[in-house]
């Protein structure tokens, strides 16, 4: 087997990645002194952090893959369906209404509705009425919905105060530390639920690689496979991007670099990409708050920049072809 | 007799504009039949009917006795399979793994394949013979190759049916040929009933025995091969002049389309008459008939070449038996088409012994007015013994018959003949 190798060293680099984060601090290097108060509350707020990035970088890849899956689409990520502007709205309410100052839910729990709320939209924009929504439609009408969000919150930013716009744009730049373990746990929830019933749908996801109605012929409900996949997708993003505001490239990189890696079959490629995601983005998020600190940088930026290069040459080897140019 | 498929007059079709309004026929188990029809006739519409893809508008379609619209999906999958025309897919699938995509409704969610599932698509892909490219990304097989794939991923279903959508359209002949093969085969040896819909008439005829000819949403003919595929049908089918005749190999039925006339209608009928044998007169009897010409033959002996290609062209010919000296009944019969032509072409035919005769046709048109056109070259085909071929064509030419060179050279002086 030739993923075995890829297995192993996954194995071994979880836990060296996640002591590696849980070390890097924004006053320096080492575990900070668990016996003094301020120190185990330091500890506290960076393994929260760390699971944080866990749990949203393994939720944008495994989007990203069923998207790309179900799409048949190689630029498909996981705000395609306008999930994000959605979000960013949400959030951008939340904000100006000064909602968000009454309970740590607020936020994450607005733009976790109003991303759902975008789906519904879209979906409902899409279909006919007679038969489910055709993936072009879908793609087309998230494209409306998405464009008509961002002008609201255009509308929204310009006339907002000073303080407000600098909250709105702060959230929707990402940030990985939640404001509170209950929203981590309830955000973990639904992302390790929405992952396993993913995981479980792999052989359905796999023969709709080949076009919607050649997996009717071999005996799959399309329309319902379809519905749920991206439903299902959507409803993981959303809770990511809830906690964490808006973090690109994760969920459009990793599934393409996984898939060379351990090949196109979902059953071996979710998992892969969600452990591979979520390392991915609890490293990057280490590293945006070392770098310049005690400046944080939008852990986004950290996403791009580093992770660029480094999947391009894994991209470049070819070991295994993921994606077949065409 | 157990059917695969029965239609009772089913309406099928495209939101409010029904394609076929009212189609019936059965399909026993273990047939191997081809729809064939026309571009627009309805064929693909028909067949995403069958697949369930397009529910009926009206009508009743039963698979194996059952109903197809109450089928759940992963039933229907196991009772039949599909290989489209053409598969794509953008992942770097092996082979192997699109092999056991096609076990996907066999499948339990919550389990890995079994061994029983190892064998069976171990099995799938060495009746297709592409156990060699199980490693393979199927993305990078050959358009042959990757039929077969298709193939062994619709067998490892297991079904009792296939339901091919012009399985070979994108192959060449070769390739074309071994997927049919493997096709007949499964059809023989593990009664795998086969539908195909096919656009090549030829292919369907050599591998099925029953044909199903479509044409604009209704069934205008349905039976053996040598009985749908004739002239009359095909014609009223394709709006097309063809020729059917019957591979000289295989013994099945073949379809040729006869190309029309489009730039030269110089002959606008004219009658001609060609005197030919042994090939000689083929080029020519071509280039008259395309050019518009009604062509008359003779005499010749049935089966040499040139009497095939008379027949293939329609052509109306003096025939002799084979390799028998003219006889008088068919000097007659060569003697009343003469009668009737308005000009006379002697071909490059070698003279002999045997169908000498034939220039007293040429005489016989000189004799009454017509032109006569002789290939220039007498000399080195003259196999009589008298040379009498020679003698008699210096007579025709002395008496204003032309010669002529090549058949470019024929072509234009016929045309400059009023």
């Excluded at chain 1, 279909?127 to 009408?141: C, E, K, T, W």
Aim: proline share 5%; with cysteine; hydrophobic share 50%.
């Amino acid at each position: 087997m030739k993923t075995r190798w890829f297995w192993i060293i996954l194995t071994l680099a979880t836990p060296l990645i996640i002591w590696f984060c849980l070390i890097m601090g924004s006053t320096g290097f080492g575990f900070p002194d668990t016996a003094t108060f301020s120190g185990k509350a330091i500890l506290d707020l960076r393994i929260s952090r760390v699971l944080c990035g866990l749990i949203v970088g393994a939720a944008l890849s495994c989007a990203g893959v069923v998207f790309q899956a179900v799409l048949r689409n190689p630029l498909a990520e996981p705000y395609i369906l306008g999930v994000s502007s959605g979000a960013g709205l949400g959030a951008a309410i939340a904000i100006l209404t000064g909602l968000s100052t009454f309970s740590g839910f607020a936020l994450p729990g607005a733009a976790f509705i109003a991303a759902a709320l975008t789906l519904w939209l879209v979906f409902l924009l899409a279909s006919d009425g007679q038969h489910a929504p055709s993936v072009y439609s879908l793609i087309l009408s998230g494209v409306i919905i998405s464009s008509i969000a961002s002008s609201i919150l255009m509308f929204m930013v310009s006339t907002a105060s000073l303080e407000g716009v600098h909250s709105v744009l702060w959230w929707l730049l990402g940030n990985l530390q939640p404001a509170s373990p209950r929203i981590l746990q309830a955000t973990g929830s639904v992302v390790i639920a929405g992952g396993i019933i993913l995981w479980l749908m792999s052989r359905e996801l796999n023969a709709l690689t080949l076009g919607r109605e050649m997996a009717h012929h071999l005996g799959i409900r399309s329309q319902l496979v379809i519905t749920l996949a991206l439903a299902m997708a959507t409803l993981i993003t959303a809770a990511a991007v809830g906690i964490a505001g808006l973090i690109g490239f994760v969920g459009l990189i990793v599934p393409h670099v996984m898939r060379h890696l351990v090949g196109p079959d979902h059953r071996r490629l979710i998992p892969a990409s969600a452990i591979a995601g979520g390392l991915f983005l609890a490293l990057c998020d280490a590293i945006a708050r070392r770098v310049m600190a005690p400046i944080e940088i939008p852990v986004g930026v950290v996403t791009a920049i580093c992770g660029g290069p480094f999947f391009l040459i894994i991209l470049r080897l070819k070991r295994k072809q993921g994606w077949v140019a065409s | 007799m157990s059917f695969a498929l029965e239609l009772k007059n089913v309406r099928a079709g495209y939101h409010d504009k029904p394609i076929f309004e009212d189609i019936s026929f059965t399909v026993a188990a273990g047939e191997m039949t081809a729809i064939l029809g026309p571009n627009g006739a309805g064929k693909t519409t028909l067949l995403r009917t069958l697949t369930g893809l397009l529910p009926p508008v009206g009508g009743e379609i039963r698979l194996f006795g059952e109903k197809l619209n109450r089928l759940p999906a992963a039933v229907r999958a196991r009772l039949v399979g599909v290989v489209p025309q053409d598969l794509d897919t953008p992942m770097a699938f092996t082979v192997r793994e699109m092999v056991m995509i096609g076990r996907t409704a066999a499948l339990s969610r919550w389990s890995r394949p079994t061994a029983e599932d190892f064998k069976i698509i171990e099995r799938s892909m060495v009746y297709t013979d592409v156990i060699d490219l199980q490693e393979r990304p199927f993305s990078e097989l050959s358009g042959g190759e990757r039929q077969r794939a298709v193939i062994a991923m619709a067998l490892a279903q297991q079904p009792k049916m296939l339901l091919m959508d012009e399985p070979t359209s994108h192959l060449d002949m070769n390739h074309g040929l071994e997927v049919m093969q493997i096709v007949e085969r499964l059809n023989r040896e593990q009664g795998l009933t086969v539908l195909m819909v096919s656009h090549d008439l030829n292919l369907a005829a050599a591998f099925c025995r029953r044909v199903l000819l479509i044409e604009n949403g209704r069934l205008l003919a349905d039976g053996p091969p040598a009985t749908v595929l004739t002239e009359p049908i095909l014609q009223q089918a394709y709006q097309c002049e063809v020729r059917v005749q019957n591979n000289p190999v295989s013994g099945s039925v073949v379809v040729t389309p006869v190309p029309r006339a489009w730039h030269d209608t110089t002959g606008a009928g004219r009658r001609i008459h060609v005197i030919a044998g042994g090939g000689a007169g083929e080029p020519i009897l071509r280039a008259l008939y395309l050019a518009g010409y009604t062509v008359t033959c003779g005499v010749l002996n049935q089966r040499d070449t040139d009497s095939d290609v008379a027949t293939a062209l329609g052509i109306e010919c003096a025939l002799e038996k084979p390799f028998s000296p003219i006889s008088t009944a068919a000097m007659e019969s060569g003697r009343a088409l003469v009668q009737r032509a308005a000009m006379l072409v002697v071909s490059s035919v070698p003279f002999g012994p045997g169908n000498v005769i034939n220039l007293e046709l040429a005489e016989q048109a000189q004799a009454k007015g017509c032109p006569v056109f002789i290939r220039d070259d007498i000399e080195s085909r003259d196999y009589t013994p008298d040379r009498q071929a020679r003698s008699r064509t210096a007579t025709l030419l002395t008496h204003g018959a032309q010669p002529w060179h090549d058949i470019t050279d024929l072509m234009e002086k016929v045309r400059q003949c009023p």
